[in-house]
């Protein structure tokens, strides 16, 4: 193994295990020495590869940055409609935050009222559901009449309030509460000839209709996931 190959993972390691810690503790209580430990490395390995805490901080957030955007390349890519794509990049967004310790951490940290990052997930979030809707509107797909200022700010609240929920109940982040959301939600934006073509569950899974909902599954919301 090569001198930049170790050091490759060295990094990678420090920002996972600092991701870990993040998302335990919050920034202002994270300490280094636990990131450190948790990689397996002394403390100053890790000040080799970042000056301070701040720093492993910011790599956490770009790395999260970068999963969330190569998810909603993938959905975009493979795009049939403005709307489908909003509704599986909202699943794909969850499916990450569900699995994805780096991107659960990238997410706390972004609303981290304790420290001022360069990126704002949350705000990339808004910018991908504005631009989708404006581009469902150019399709015809959106009823009309319906703000897309108002919509915009719905779906964002809502999708990110399943992230923090999702925190202390991953069931948040399941395909059932997304599922059930878009259910709620789509037949009150989309025009019925869109609204046919539109699959809640997600374009890449089996569509679940709602009265086939568990009932352990989480409340759905009766008023009110990527590319950027």
Same mark, same amino acid.
């Given at each position: 193994?090569? $001198?930049?190959?170790?050091?490759?993972?060295?990094?990678?390691?420090?920002?996972?295990?600092?991701?870990?810690?993040?998302?335990?503790?919050?920034?202002?209580?994270?300490?280094?020495?636990?990131? @450190?430990?948790?990689?397996?490395?002394?403390?100053?390995?890790?000040?080799?590869?970042?000056?301070? $805490?701040?720093?492993?901080?910011?790599?956490?957030?770009?790395?999260?940055?970068?999963?969330?955007?190569?998810?909603?390349?993938?959905?975009?890519?493979? $795009?049939?409609?403005?709307?489908?794509?909003?509704?599986?990049?909202?699943?794909?967004?969850?499916?990450?935050?569900?699995?994805?310790?780096?991107?659960?951490?990238?997410?706390?940290?972004?609303?981290?009222?304790?420290?001022?990052?360069? /990126?704002?997930?949350?705000?990339?979030?808004?910018?991908?559901?504005?631009? *989708?809707?404006?581009? @469902?509107?150019?399709?015809?797909?959106? /009823?009309?009449?319906?703000?897309?200022?108002?919509?915009?700010?719905?779906?964002?609240?809502?999708?990110?309030?399943?992230?923090?929920?999702?925190?202390?109940?991953?069931?948040?982040?399941?395909?059932?509460?997304?599922?059930?959301?878009?259910? *709620?939600? *789509?037949?009150?934006?989309?025009?019925?000839?869109?609204?046919?073509?539109?699959?809640?569950?997600?374009?890449?899974?089996?569509?679940?209709?709602?009265?086939?909902?568990?009932?352990?599954?989480?409340?759905?919301?009766?008023?009110?996931?990527?590319?950027?």
């Amino acid at each position: 193994m090569t $001198k930049q190959v170790r050091a490759e993972r060295t990094r990678h390691a420090l920002i996972r295990s600092a991701a870990a810690v993040f998302e335990q503790y919050g920034y202002a209580q994270a300490r280094l020495t636990l990131i @450190a430990a948790g990689a397996g490395v002394s403390t100053g390995a890790l000040h080799f590869h970042f000056e301070n $805490k701040a720093a492993v901080a910011a790599a956490v957030e770009a790395e999260a940055s970068h999963a969330v955007r190569a998810a909603s390349r993938g959905v975009y890519r493979r $795009k049939n409609t403005a709307l489908q794509a909003l509704t599986d990049t909202s699943h794909a967004l969850a499916d990450l935050l569900r699995r994805d310790t780096v991107t659960r951490a990238g997410f706390r940290l972004s609303d981290d009222a304790t420290r001022s990052g360069e /990126v704002d997930l949350r705000r990339q979030w808004q910018d991908c559901v504005q631009q *989708l809707l404006t581009e @469902a509107a150019g399709e015809g797909s959106l /009823v009309p009449g319906v703000p897309r200022a108002d919509l915009a700010a719905t779906i964002v609240a809502a999708t990110t309030g399943f992230e923090v929920l999702g925190r202390r109940n991953s069931e948040w982040l399941s395909r059932y509460s997304l599922t059930g959301f878009w259910q *709620l939600l *789509l037949p009150r934006l989309a025009t019925p000839d869109a609204l046919t073509r539109l699959d809640p569950a997600g374009a890449d899974s089996l569509a679940v209709p709602a009265r086939s909902l568990p009932d352990h599954a989480p409340p759905r919301l009766a008023n009110p996931a990527l590319r950027f």
